[in-house]
C-alpha cells in the first residue's frame, strides 16, 4: 500500500532551511525561517520562560489528563490579552477558547470546527498569505479563495481592489484576515481599514476569522490587537486563532489558541461541546507545558512586567533593523527607494526584487530568501548586515 504513495513537494522554506545548514560559507546569512534571533544570531530561550518553567516544575503535583479545552487558566489570559480585560464579548459570557498544539493548531481547530458549522463554506484568504494556511483548510475540507491584499507595484496594500473584493463574499463564508505583522508582507490593516472590513463583514454576513501569530511584534502588544479588538466589538460572530510561538518564543512547545464568539452565551455553550467534539477527534487533548509556562507568566505580575521587556526588547530589534537596511542600502549607493521597510510591521517583509537577483545572492553570496523575496528581518544582525547591504547592491546594479 505505501508504495503507492507519490512523493508530496515538501514546503520551499524547508529546503531553503536545509540548503543553508549545508553551505559551508562562514558568511552565510538566513532570512528564510520565521524565528525570531538575537544580535547574535541565536533563538535564547526567554528568561521569563525558565523562570515560569522553574515554578512549573516546582508545583506541579500531577500529570493527570489536562481536558479537550486544554488549561482553563492560560484560556482565560489568552483571551485578555487579545481582546482587553473586561472586553463586552468576555462580560458577556460569548467567547469559548480550547488551547491548542500552535496557532497551527488552532487554525486546523477553527478549520474543522467552520466545516462542521457549514460544510459548504468557502475561506477566504490574503493574496498572498501564509503557504500553510492554504494546505490546511484545504485539507480540512474547506474551499479556499484568495482576495487581493499586497500590491506588488505600489508595495502597499490594494485597498480599493480587496474591498471590493470582499463586497463579493457570499453569507456564510469565512474570511481571514491577519492581525497585525501580515505574513509575507508586513503591511498591515490600518484603524481605519479595520473599521471598513467591519462594516462590509456586517453588511456582507461573512465570518471574520483573525489570525494573529504575532502579537506584541508589530507596534505593541494592545495596538496589535486594536483593529481586531474594533471587529469584536462590533460583529456578532467570529473567529480568532492565536500563537505564543513568536511572542512567548516558545516555537517547540507548540502553543496556541482558538477562541470562538457567539452572538450570545446560549449559542457559545452549543458552540463550546462543538469545538471540543472537534478537538476530541484530532488529539484529544493538548499538551500542557506551553500553556502552564504561559500561565505562570501572566499570572505573575513580576513575569509579566519581565515578559513585556523582553517582547518589547525584540519588536525594537526587529524595527531598528527595518531603518537600518534602508540606511545600508542607501550608503551602498543603492538609488530604488526601500522606504517601505518601515511601513510594515512583524518578522517579515518583501524586498521586491527578482527572482534572478534572489538566486544571485544564494549561489554567490550565500544569502537566503525564499523566493518571494520575503526576509525575516530578525536575521540580520551587527556582523551581516553590511555583508547584506554589499551583497543586495551588488545584485540591484
Ligand atoms: N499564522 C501565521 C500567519 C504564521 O506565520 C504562523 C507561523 O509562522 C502561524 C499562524 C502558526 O504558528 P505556530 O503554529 O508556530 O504557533
Request: net charge negative; glycine share 8%; aromatic share 8%.
Amino acid at each position: 500500500m505505501f508504495a503507492q504513495l507519490q512523493p508530496v513537494a515538501t514546503d520551499p522554506i524547508l529546503g531553503l532551511m536545509a540548503a543553508y545548514k549545508e553551505d559551508t560559507n562562514p558568511n552565510k546569512v538566513d532570512l528564510g525561517v520565521g524565528v525570531y534571533k538575537d544580535g547574535q544570531g541565536h533563538t535564547a530561550v526567554l528568561k521569563c520562560v525558565k523562570e515560569a518553567e522553574a515554578l512549573r516544575l516546582k508545583n506541579e503535583d500531577s500529570k493527570t489528563y489536562i481536558g479537550m479545552a486544554g488549561d482553563l487558566g492560560f484560556n482565560n489570559h489568552i483571551e485578555k490579552l487579545a481582546l482587553g480585560v473586561g472586553h463586552k464579548a468576555l462580560l458577556a459570557n460569548r467567547i469559548t477558547t480550547a488551547h491548542t498544539p500552535g496557532g497551527t493548531g488552532a487554525l486546523r481547530v477553527a478549520a474543522e470546527f467552520i466545516k462542521k458549522a457549514n460544510p459548504n463554506a468557502t475561506i477566504w484568504v490574503t493574496s498572498p498569505t501564509w503557504a500553510n494556511h492554504i494546505s490546511m483548510f484545504k485539507a480540512a475540507g474547506l474551499n479556499v479563495k484568495e482576495y487581493t491584499y499586497y500590491d506588488y507595484a505600489t508595495k502597499g496594500l490594494n485597498e480599493e481592489a480587496m474591498f471590493a473584493d470582499l463586497a463579493t463574499v457570499p453569507a456564510g463564508d469565512v474570511v481571514l484576515v491577519h492581525a497585525c505583522c501580515h505574513n509575507p508582507s508586513g503591511m498591515d490593516l490600518t484603524f481605519a481599514q479595520w473599521q471598513r472590513f467591519t462594516d462590509i463583514a456586517n453588511e456582507r454576513g461573512f465570518t471574520p476569522l483573525v489570525d494573529m501569530a504575532y502579537q506584541g511584534f508589530g507596534s505593541g502588544l494592545d495596538e496589535d490587537a486594536k483593529g481586531l479588538r474594533y471587529l469584536a466589538d462590533n460583529v456578532e460572530e467570529m473567529l480568532l486563532c492565536s500563537s505564543c510561538s513568536k511572542n512567548f518564543g516558545l516555537y517547540r512547545e507548540r502553543i496556541g489558541a482558538v477562541s470562538i464568539m457567539s452572538a450570545d452565551s446560549k449559542v457559545m455553550e452549543i458552540t463550546r461541546v462543538n469545538l471540543l467534539s472537534v478537538v476530541r477527534s484530532i488529539y484529544s487533548m493538548p499538551p500542557a507545558h506551553g500553556a502552564i509556562v504561559v500561565a505562570n507568566i501572566l499570572d505573575s505580575t513580576e513575569l509579566t512586567a519581565l515578559w513585556h521587556q523582553e517582547l518589547a526588547e525584540m519588536r525594537d530589534r526587529i524595527n531598528n533593523y527595518r531603518q537600518l537596511i534602508i540606511d545600508k542600502l542607501a550608503g551602498e549607493g543603492v538609488q530604488q527607494d526601500f522606504s517601505f521597510i518601515t511601513r510594515q510591521h512583524g518578522m517579515f517583509s518583501f524586498l521586491g526584487i527578482d527572482k534572478a537577483q534572489i538566486a544571485r545572492l544564494r549561489s554567490e553570496f550565500s544569502i537566503y530568501m525564499v523566493d518571494s523575496s520575503r526576509v525575516s528581518i530578525a536575521g540580520l544582525n551587527h556582523s551581516n548586515i553590511d555583508y547584506f547591504a554589499k551583497s543586495v547592491a551588488t545584485v540591484l546594479q
